[in-house]
């Protein structure tokens, strides 16, 4: 979207020799981040009904990421690469922390906007990641099965793209993985967050491509 | 900046009900990240200047940054709380990692870039890390410099507004911090990306404020 | 116990000059790890048989030390002081991992065995830290619970000594909290791995004390 | 050792499980921890003259230990796998924390304790790692140059086997590296304190073995 990213900002991240490609890695992992009824609704929306069913929800933009998720899902189920699952535990009054000063709604989501889209539910034997906070590494043994998977690079996706999607790749980018963020499999509720945090994302972290793009380069790959 | 976030993300952000403030806590630290001539220069020049001297500067808008990072730091000197200094420590080859893939010259920049800016220049006694990723906390014992501190609360200042600063802020917030972010304080290479990454910090994840509030704010504050 | 550690071992440690006192915070908070029935048996029983029940059961050492643990929950209860249970999670097959390697039998306790201890189970608002690894901080959110709470020291208590007591107190002492270990509040499955562990924590990390002396002791630290 | 370890232990260990062998794995790193001269003293002394010189010093089977470090560190260097040193950094005043509390000498070791012992000394582009806690990975990069470097396993070396080698081993075993433990080639102050930690990793963390058995079951693994 060249009409959010202003050429200033465009020229000067050139200038300064950010955002070159980082490529794929030889054993991917896909991270599908939030994807439950509390971001997506139990149905497609507009934004402003969404947020009526649960505050987090970021309206009809999901399930056009869904959708896109679902392809990456089903080509890593095919490939045998791991899938993990961080998600959004529910609430209890002892997790309020600075979370619950800043945002006090997500305190009270009904327990409906915990279960997962059904689009792109766990199959028995992916990974749980119970979490607390935006990145899926803080505060999860995240790493751990990561090692345990012998996973040299991740594919982010899910919601949102300026919260759980960027702490998750930032923090993924820390540890050296290659991290690719597909920019139509993730979501968020304002298209100029949306974008920039992208944006930032694709100058410093990650390569940011769309889905049609991250899966031609993922069957690629060779399976394990 | 009205002009840089949009009516819509506004609204949507106020009508999913993030963004209360968080406050002061009762002993706070002062986090001074990067301000080091690699982002600021030795003077202040335009930004397409500055990033001939070194590409990671951010130029003049730095050196406004460092002004108040000033005020900030007399008062904590003279309330006798924490300061501490989360620095780039010069790049060995062993650090290229996912960095230098993604931004190649980030690893030749030369020795005099990693000196600390004047004016913020650590006093013995103040606590230096030296840090290889975006947020303050990771790779890095700042954590146990805190608990063994008694802080409650952070003040985060420095550079840049979408990288190390954000990812230490998220870091603080995940860990239950209290966190203050001076929006005058840091600074970045485009005006776009500061102020939406200010936005996203303000709504999610800190209190957002000129240093002139937060200097009035933390004057209330009782020395320890 | 003298006999377990010998005249060698202390003379060394004396003179290389370990082992201070850390003395108590202002602000404790109290770690109850593991207590469940996997660890303490459904009833006291010898260990030999203990382990009939569950494999991974101390025995009834295990109900001695319970008993310490309930009078230090008393107190810490009474004086409105944080209380935290991380706590063994039930399996799954994704969890096996490099632990399923060293002790495969440890994936197969019955679910009985996740059930805490009645005489110290955890109340309403009390913390709840589910794990997967030794140390109570390791992939779990405990950091941001105890920033939460304020606390600057932490009293460790439960099984196993050597396990994830131990890895506990090494990570609390890490970053920097005043750490406390009950002699008689903890507890292991071997006599000798027992007690050199608690000279470790002693030598090292932590006070070592009696319940009893650490009830007086607490008793002095005001109430918030 | 049979004569430290009793039968009620060893049989309680087997009773229940414990003690598996995790292999090795088709990547090994090797971490040599702190061996500096603060831990060997400069020349090999029995440990009442060697404290003399640096109180940390744990005299000579330091230089036993050095002995068979060399041999693995020959191994790698010529496997071209990953070498990397975690090493005891000079304390800043502001370092002291629960440390200093607890072992107030360890703050002033002279300057020439923290050379490295140079039969072991680092070579260029081998992966330093300063550090202020037991375990290497604490409040280090470490996690991030195993994750560049593709290791999916590690071979604990150095000093002391119940300070940073056993701290260091917990946290690699729950990470899910498989991780390695020459017993030959750690050492401590204390021959009790060596053997039970010995023991306990090798029951639930690593698998311990000698240097000769290692370097045997290494050869066996093809180089990249």
Known sequence: MTE??????????????????????????LLIIDVQYRTTGTEPRPFDEA?????????????DAVGNIE?????????GWPVLYPYVAPKKAFDAGALG?????????PDKGYEFHPAI??????????????????????LSYLVQ??????????????GCVRGSAVDAFSYNYKVAVPND???????????????DM??????VLTTSELVDALEGVPAP
């Open 4 to 29: 959010i990213i202003d050429d200033l900002t465009r020229e000067r991240y050139d200038a300064a020799g950010f955002g070159r490609p980082v490529g794929l890695g030889k054993r991917p992992g």
């Open 51 to 63: 947020i009526q069913e649960f505050t987090t929800s970021c309206g009809d933009v999901a399930w």
């Open 71 to 79: 392809r990456l899902l089903k080509l890593f189920r095919g490939k």
């Open 101 to 109: 000063a800043k945002v006090p709604g997500i305190m009270d989501i």
């Open 121 to 142: 539910a766990p199959l028995e034997g992916e990974i749980l990641l119970p979490k607390r906070h935006p990145s899926a590494f803080f505060g999860t043994p995240l």
């Open 149 to 162: 998977a012998g996973v040299d690079s991740l594919v982010v996706t899910g919601c949102s793209t300026s």
């Open 185 to 199: 499999a993730v979501y968020d509720r304002s298209p100029l967050v949306h974008e920039v945090n992208l944006f």
């Open 202 to 207: 694709g100058q410093k972290y990650a390569d």
